[in-house]
């Protein structure tokens, strides 16, 4: 495994950037996410145009791509931090300033329409990035599970455990065994629209996260079909399966469509998009237990 670039820990008095890459946020979830990160000793910085709406995206292409790299140029922003996900990073991921992160790695948090943003990250430079809240979901407030979580990837260098959950829906989805490798993935329906992209992450070894919401089992299967037939899953060496949200009966087809790849699967991590979810490094390495109920990574920051 290749090492990945590993940005600083955030400490108290850093500064972090609010930007909206993808669909519209409302003010008051905005506000409390700076209420949280203030609370947390961080300095939150609100981009000119994070309340923009240009149809179903925060803004034009050029609005969003403008304030998502004058984040990533100024050394001031120790991380950058999405309002929000939705529909809209596959727009401009081809504008990012890959030399402004190259130069200065700052934390990129965010998940959903941000795994767009992730892979374009780890495929092109090999950063290592944080799987968490959206900042707007901070409005569950600093003692949620959510918030907790995201604190302790951002805020500290310790590795994350976090431990299938029987009240999840895809717990049942297991098949058993221990392997390490660096964990690559996200959203299901954003990791099948980078298929064919420059983006496409290299998953020889890797451990990959699936979670959805919102997707019927029949598109769910749909889906995974595409990637087993695209054959990009072939080197896959685990499968951490987060929450698939309003997906329906959805357990039979994670379970058909992914038990022939013959590796270890975990399913009821609590990170997606259900009501409470834990933040997880990207790109770094991570031992998978399916026998022991547990999904381990490395920090993504270094002390």
């Known amino acids: 495994m290749l090492q990945p670039v590993r940005p600083p820990t955030l400490r108290h008095g850093d500064s972090v950037a609010l ?8 003010v008051e979830r905005v506000e409390h996410a ?21 149809g179903f995206l925060g803004g034009t292409d ?10 990533l140029n100024d050394p001031q922003m120790r991380a950058v931090w999405c309002t929000r996900g939705g529909y809209g990073v596959q727009r401009i991921v081809d504008q990012l300033d890959l030399a402004a992160i190259a130069r200065d790695p700052k ?3 965010g998940f959903s329409d941000i795994t767009a943003l992730h892979l374009a990250l780890w495929r092109r430079l ?11 979901q901070l409005d569950k407030g600093p003692a949620s599970i959510t918030a907790l979580g995201a604190f302790h990837a951002l805020m500290t260098a310790d590795p994350v455990t976090v431990r299938a959950d029987r009240t999840e829906l895809t717990f049942p989805v297991r098949s058993p065994g221990r392997v390490t490798g660096p964990l690559i993935g996200g959203n299901l329906s954003l990791m099948v629209a980078t298929v064919g992209t420059p ?3 290299d998953l020889t070894g890797a451990i990959l996260l699936l979670e959805d919401i919102n997707e ?43 038990g022939p790849l013959g590796v270890p699967l975990l399913g009821g991590l609590p990170v ?26 490395d920090a993504a920051t270094v002390a």
């Open 199 to 201: 983006d496409w992450p």
């Open 126 to 136: 090999g950063l290592a990035t944080v799987h968490g809240p959206v900042a707007a």
């Open 62 to 71: 050029e609005e969003r791509a403008a304030d998502l790299n004058a984040a």
């Open 216 to 258: 019927e089992p029949y598109r769910v299967d749909r889906m995974l079909t595409q990637l087993l037939r695209s054959r990009v899953l072939d080197g896959v060496t685990g499968v951490a399966i987060g929450q698939f949200t309003d997906c329906g009966e959805v357990n039979c087809v994670l379970a058909e469509r992914l």
């Open 34 to 54: 700076v209420a949280v990160l203030t609370s947390w000793g961080l300095k939150p910085h609100i981009y000119p145009h994070v309340f923009k709406r240009f």
């Open 107 to 109: 934390l990129i948090i």
């Open 272 to 297: 997606g998009h259900g009501e409470q979810h834990v933040a997880l490094p990207l790109g770094t390495s991570a031992t998978l237990d399916a026998d022991a109920g547990t999904l381990t990574v």
């Open 19 to 26: 930007v909206s890459p993808s669909s519209p946020v409302p």
